[in-house]
């Protein structure tokens, strides 16, 4: 089954700064993809290259099957897209740009648009220039839902929306990857898109150091916190894979892909300290933990992307059906 979206070994780089480095995914059909990171980890870069706004210095970017470089109209016009900032005509109606913005699509975009509008209780007469950041949020997804797109792509779209609406919002993408369409979602609201992901992508300093489905890294990662004494060296090894780790005060914060928990045991009486807190930690508390041990100064690194191969595609594209 032919992914959706892809980059293969994408490089971008602007001056000296390195905002994607060797990123390769792949996404099939039917999912929610959650795409994590700092501000400044690559994620805004990865979208428009995508959408063929950005030319990767190496590497290929293709959408549906097409070059967004050298195919721009057909992809822009078989995706929904929504920025950080969407650029909107201020001296129009809500009513006016979605009639000017019909004409671009085919029969059936303005009645969807209205109805969508109306769901996010837009009034028609209302000029853009008056509308809240959040009203203004609204009128922008509402333009890249009205042609049904078959993959839509979200850079921050639910800033400024009330707690209701986002949540309504978010969940909405559920129906959407059970009709078969696919969702790519850059977001900081890192609660709420656990709710609705399938599969969490996470870029730090421009590597993606994690793309998985959502449930096994929540399975497989467990949070180990340790009370050590002052001065406590760190054992030679963890029972399991650290994927951060996070120093605090006379505490050692561990996130430990598949612990064992006998070793663990083992490990801290033989080092004389408490018993190990073990818990398993939200998708925030993986991030979080992970941004922290990169801006300490360490390296974050998660196994290899198990998206390449069809079989999990396969699968992964039927989850919702």
């Known amino acids: 089954m032919q992914p959706v979206l892809q980059l293969q070994r994408v490089t971008k780089r602007y001056g000296r700064t390195v905002a994607l480095d060797d990123v390769t995914l792949s996404v099939p059909p039917g999912t929610v993809c959650a795409l994590l990171g700092a501000n400044g980890a690559g994620k805004t870069t990865a979208i428009r290259s995508l959408l063929g706004f950005e030319r990767p210095d190496s590497g290929t970017a293709t959408v549906m099957g097409m070059d967004p470089q050298r195919q721009p109209l057909e992809v822009r016009r078989r995706v929904g897209y929504v920025s950080d900032k969407p650029a909107l005509y201020e001296w129009m109606t809500v009513d006016e740009i979605g009639w ?14 209205a109805r ?19 009203g203004r949020a609204k009128v922008a ?45 850059s977001s900081h609201q890192v609660t709420e898109v656990e709710r609705v992901a399938d599969l969490v992508a996470i870029l730090l ?106 079989a999990v595609a396969a699968e992964t594209a039927g989850m919702h059906r």
């Not at 969508?116 to 959040?134: D, N, P, T």
Request: glycine share 8%; hydrophobic share 45%; aromatic share 6%.
């Open 205 to 310: 300093n421009g590597k993606l150091v994690c793309f998985e489905r959502l449930e096994d890294l929540k399975r497989t990662v467990s949070e180990v916190v340790l009370q050590t004494p002052p001065g406590w060296r760190l054992p030679v090894s963890m029972p399991g894979k650290v994927v951060a780790h996070v120093p605090r005060h006379h505490e050692q914060l561990f996130m430990v892909r598949d612990l064992d928990q006998a070793a663990l045991t083992a490990m801290s009486a033989q080092l004389g300290v408490p018993a190990p807190q073990v818990r398993h930690p939200s998708l925030e508390d993986i991030l979080l933990a992970m941004l922290r041990e990169v801006r300490l100064g360490g390296t974050v690194e998660l196994p290899p992307d198990p998206w390449t191969t069809p």
């Open 116 to 134: 969508i509008a109306a769901r996010f209780g837009l009034e028609g007469k209302q000029k853009i220039k008056a509308l809240s950041k959040g």
């Open 100 to 113: 000017f913005t019909s004409g671009f699509y085919p029969t059936g975009f303005l009645t969807e648009f």
């Open 141 to 185: 997804l509402a333009l890249s839902l009205a042609h049904k797109p078959q993959l839509l792509i979200l850079d921050e779209p639910t800033s400024g929306l009330d707690p209701l609406v986002r949540r309504e919002f978010l969940e909405s993408m559920i129906d959407l990857a059970a009709e078969g369409r696919t969702v790519l979602l």
